[in-house]
């Protein structure tokens, strides 16, 4: 096994080095256009990472179909970095160099998926990796780690960079090391966080993608007719998108309140206990969010108080007397693309569920991936590895088909993929904070912990729609069967569930 290990570390560095260098110049180019290309031009977006000039226009774009004038971007074929001169989308599998009778057998067993326009060999080969490793069949995990190497780029197509991504996971798992680098990833991420960073990545996903917008504008809906005319109003947001949900919403309040309310808004910030070298980083973002959030505000004519929370360890542990939960306040608690990064083991997430009814909130707005990835990658690999393919294969194919191929903020978006793929792959369930579960396993925690289901009236559902009408076909909105909520989904596979209860 030690000779394995190190082999396939040599071809590990190598994934690094000879992608841009001996692997092909295609590569070398590609990273140089990432690198040096600044998208210049930002489309108008009436939230609080606007610059300050813009923050008086009007949000009510937010939901206007006819804002979004989506261009084409059509997929152009590429070749995968490495040794070989397979084409992704050509016929040319026999030109793959092959060093070995091993490596042709390999070949010649993936020539069809490889072969294929639409196949998706990625997603063949990664599988027969990690059923290898499952196996213990140290010599084809060497071969197919070699052969995914020569074949994976973090700068070609879909299935190149499920192949680069999934393969690094591979390797840590099999040397042990995916808590230390899934924490230098992190730490890498956050030590190199800005306000404009940040501000461009937000806005380009959303200008492209309604992945986050559908959830905010569902519990926007929401939580409005939940605090129909009360004049004191809290939320507790516990999400994922800095704080750019909460414009539109503070515009709504002021215009549609016959007398504007007071709102405070509590947003927590969770950290992994442990990984704290971008902690400062983090802290100024959104220092500087609470600050745009306070100015708009104020030229809204509401009211307004921001505070934030930062919470190191699990959620679970969160102490609730940190909230400052008033008596004389009606309670929202929001929990955007968040809930599932509190770890599974103990009991923790069931007894998050407690906590927010002993809160007692109006409402309790919940957005997540729809994905069922709480499995015990350590005692079922092979089946959580497969839905991890299946999930990350479908986000990337709306991140291809959504941005310009040629963008640093996709590029960002799917690196903290890759970090989340290291996460589930690579580390022990009792550290993941990455495992999604359904819509239908959310329900019965949520109701478990004494909350019920919501109805949402039609203006929501009407607000959602035109918030689709936005983006390109494949987008819609799909009521659940099994559950309370609607379905964010692509092309007929539901991605995102949103749903909101008391």
């Keep these: 096994m030690d000779t394995l290990f190190r082999l396939v570390r040599l071809q590990y560095a190598r994934s690094f080095n000879s992608s841009r260098s001996s692997s092909g110049s295609r590569s070398s180019r590609q990273n140089l256009r990432y690198q040096d290309q600044e998208e210049e031009e930002e489309e108008e977006c009436d939230n609080i990472f606007m610059d300050d000039e813009d923050l008086s226009s009007s949000s009510s774009r937010y939901y206007d179909p006819r804002h979004h004038q989506q261009t084409s971007n059509t997929a152009t074929p590429t070749t995968p970095t490495g040794g070989g001169e397979y084409h992704a989308y050509g016929r040319s599998t026999d030109k793959l160099s092959c060093s070995n009778s091993a490596a042709r057998d390999l070949s010649l067993e993936f020539a069809a998926s490889l072969s294929c326009q639409n196949g998706k060999w990625a997603s063949d080969i990664l599988l027969e990796t990690a059923k290898a490793v499952a196996d213990g069949n140290t010599g084809r995990v060497q071969q197919l780690m070699w052969m995914l190497n020569e074949l994976s780029s973090p700068y070609g197509d879909v299935d190149q960079k499920l192949a680069f991504y999934f393969l690094q996971a591979l390797f840590c798992r099999v040397t042990d090391s995916g808590e230390r680098t899934y924490s230098a990833l992190i730490s890498a991420s956050e030590k190199n966080c800005s306000f404009e960073s940040t501000r461009k990545v937000v806005l380009k996903f959303q200008e492209f993608s309604p992945w986050t917008t559908f959830g905010h504008v569902f519990c926007n809906g929401a939580i409005i007719d939940a605090f129909e005319g009360e004049s004191r109003l809290h939320i507790i947001d516990i999400s994922n998108t800095f704080s750019t949900q909460w414009p539109t919403l503070l515009e709504a309040i002021a215009t549609r309140a016959e007398e504007t309310p007071h709102l405070r808004l509590t947003t927590i910030v969770a950290r992994k206990a442990g990984v704290s070298a971008g902690a400062a980083g983090v802290q100024r973002v959104m220092k500087e969010i609470g600050s745009r959030l306070e100015k708009f505000a104020r030229l809204m004519g509401v009211p307004f108080k921001f505070k934030v929370v930062h919470h190191v360890g699990d959620l679970s542990e969160l102490n609730l007397e940190e909230l400052d939960v008033r008596v004389d306040e009606v309670l929202a608690v929001n929990c955007v693309g968040k809930l599932h990064s509190v770890t599974t083991g103990g009991n923790r997430r069931d007894l998050l569920m407690s906590m927010f009814k002993m809160l007692q909130p109006r409402i309790v707005t919940v957005v997540e991936e729809e994905a069922d990835l709480d499995v015990d990658a350590w005692v079922d690999f092979l089946r959580s590895f497969q839905e991890s393919l299946r999930f990350f294969r479908v986000y990337f194919e709306t991140l291809e088909e959504s ?100």
């Excluded at 590029?411 to 903290?416: N, P, R």
């Excluded at 109701?447 to 919501?454: E, M």
């Excluded at 959602?464 to 379905?487: H, K």
């Excluded at 092309?491 to 909101?500: E, F, G, I, L, N």
């Design 403 to 502: 941005f310009p191929r040629t963008s640093n903020e996709r590029l960002k978006l799917e690196q903290a993929a890759g970090s989340a793929v290291m996460d589930l792959v690579a580390c022990q369930p009792t550290e993941s904070v990455e495992r999604r579960e359904t819509a239908a396993r959310w329900s019965h925690r949520l109701a478990g912990g004494g909350l019920r289901p919501v109805s949402f009236n039609d203006e929501i559902l009407d607000d959602v729609r035109a918030l689709l009408r936005r983006y390109r076909e494949g987008w819609s909105m799909v009521p659940c069967s099994d559950s309370p909520g609607i379905f964010l989904s692509w092309k007929d596979q539901p991605v995102v569930w949103a749903s909101a209860w008391n």
